[in-house]
């Protein structure tokens, strides 16, 4: 029996197994990850995104509690940024959401922002697509929500959750530069602290600039306290209020094909990288990286060169 | 005259528009590069990098004096992480730079992490090209270090400093998780805060941990306070003293092949990325997009596809 066949029996180790092997690129796994794939497209993705320090985990794990009492499975994907500079910090956190690890119907994984080859926002995919298979009704996807691939995966999830908390300076900047658009719903966490109301008041303010029309999605601003597990319901409520939106709206269907598009342009960015491992031989490579240096040639012309060498335009 | 031709000769606001073009992704901009290309090669590149608050623009504002008293000329490329969160206090940062604007000697230019077909780090070395054509004799390259682009471009610098703040916490995360490889020297700034020492006295204790053979380089650590412009001339000091070591060992050599074989790569990649562009029409993938969320095909299955349909391998 396949790993692919293992996880859809249910065998939670083949699922870490294949996961391991999707990292390391290992090309069973893709083929298994292609079998699994026509089980997918019924878990529901939540990304949750906010800076450094707004306790998006402490969140995700009651986030977790309030599904689990709802007899909901759960799927987790932390992405830890590639940085050292918030390496430690973030590992300090999964340590507290290990208390799911028990729990059957729980799944968590982290996934490093290094080392995979077709880029994180495949990788966070595939992930999504075990997890999908393993038959985890809702996938949490926690990011912090910088660099490219980060909020590509943040774009395309079914309902996008922004952490925000008071007193963090810049708010103002963070509606500016556009993540209003991706966010349907706000949680202020750390509500307790001074300023939660006023910055609740500003985003409103913020949010009434945008002329929605009457069957728009207005976000909802959610006041949570994650640590003392205030507003946990309130905000999973809020999922659900968006679920309902997007379904009774056709709007998830818009929001699929995105993700769909997604994955298919970083799968062939991927393929293309695979080719060129496999057919240029690396001493061309050496020797027109040598021309370079002396600069007897320029970048295009070698890329040029290379690639006529190896494939041709079908046209 | 061209755009290359006039930045030849000096001229400003050509090496703007060309570095706009650039940024556009315009075919023009791209073969006015490869006129430049040749005439490049000569600048030192020195990256500086450190997470978000350690004071990297105001260093890197201290040190562009530092280097202009010594009558060089300085280019500096600092990159915009995507995320919003940061994205305020960085516009706020950058503003205090603006006063190298009306010196000749300086060129300053911000390069947004999103939007740039060819990834990244591509465009990065693209407009280190530009900046050395202008005849810079320092291009200083300013990131956050989060992501695997970023990481690229500091890696390739001829110099790369790590700046440090102490009171961070998760210092010895930070060694763990590899920066101690890449950097040629730490600036721990802010060094009038409490810690500055022990956190001195921490990385020694790591560094002696590496086994350096007689010939290799010892990382720097310099103490700085870019605020109150202390230690900012021994700084650039140990700039020097690494470039003098890079030269007379020959590393110098090994560091500009990484930098050409990344930027080769990289253009491999944009060039192929082109040819599909260029022979697939929208609808066809819009139509396989459709198949992926009915489940009809998997995403390597897509790709293939794709692929196949614009370019055929030689052999």
């Given amino acids: 029996m396949g790993l692919a066949d293992k996880i859809l029996a249910g065998d939670t180790r083949a699922a870490a197994r294949l996961m391991r092997g999707l990292e390391d690129g290992d090309l069973n796994a893709m083929e298994e990850l292609c079998h699994l794939y ?6 529901y993705i939540v990304g949750i995104t906010g800076a450094s320090g707004v306790g998006k985990s402490t969140l995700v794990d009651k986030v977790i509690g309030s599904l689990r009492q709802r007899n ?24 507290r ?27 966070a995919i595939s992930m999504i ?33 922004l952490v925000l908390t008071p007193g963090m300076g810049d708010e103002i900047q963070v509606m500016k530069a556009g993540i209003m658009e991706i966010a349907d719903i706000f949680a202020i966490n750390k509500a307790d602290r001074e300023g939660a109301s006023s910055l609740k008041v500003e985003l409103q303010a913020l949010l009434e600039m945008n002329c929605y029309l009457p069957n728009d999605w207005r976000p909802a601003i959610v006041l949570t306290e994650a640590v003392n597990s205030k507003g946990i319901d309130e905000l999973v ?15 998830i269907e818009k929001r699929r094909k995105e993700r769909a598009r997604l ?28 021309d370079l240096v002396r600069r007897k040639i320029s970048p295009g012309a070698a890329a040029r060169e290379i690639i006529d060498r190896s494939i041709k335009r079908v046209h």
Same sequence: chains 1, 2.
């Avoid at 909901?72 to 340590?95: E, K, N, Q, Y």
């Avoid at 959401?97 to 990788?123: E, N, P, Y």
């Avoid at 999908?132 to 959750?161: F, N, S, Y």
């Fill in 72 to 95: 909901m499975t759960v799927g987790v994907i932390a992405i830890d940024p590639t940085s050292p500079f918030t390496g430690g910090a973030i590992l300090g956190d999964r340590v």
């Fill in 129 to 161: 697509h075990v997890m999908d298979a393993m038959r985890k009704d809702i996938i949490l996807v926690e990011t912090v929500g910088i660099g490219q691939a980060e909020t590509d995966i943040i774009r395309v999830a079914d309902t996008c959750i």
């Fill in 97 to 123: 959401m290990q208390k799911h690890i028990c729990d059957q119907g729980v799944f968590i994984r982290s996934l490093a922002t290094r080392g995979w080859t077709g880029g994180l926002a495949k990788a």
């Fill in 38 to 43: 026509s089980c997918t497209g019924k878990a």
């Fill in 237 to 251: 409520e809020e999922i659900f209020r968006h679920r309902q939106f997007l379904v009774s709206s056709g709007e």
């Fill in 263 to 290: 994955e298919l342009v970083n799968t062939i960015e991927s393929t293309i990288k695979d080719y060129i491992d496999a057919e240029i031989d690396q001493e061309y490579i050496e020797k027109l990286t040598d």
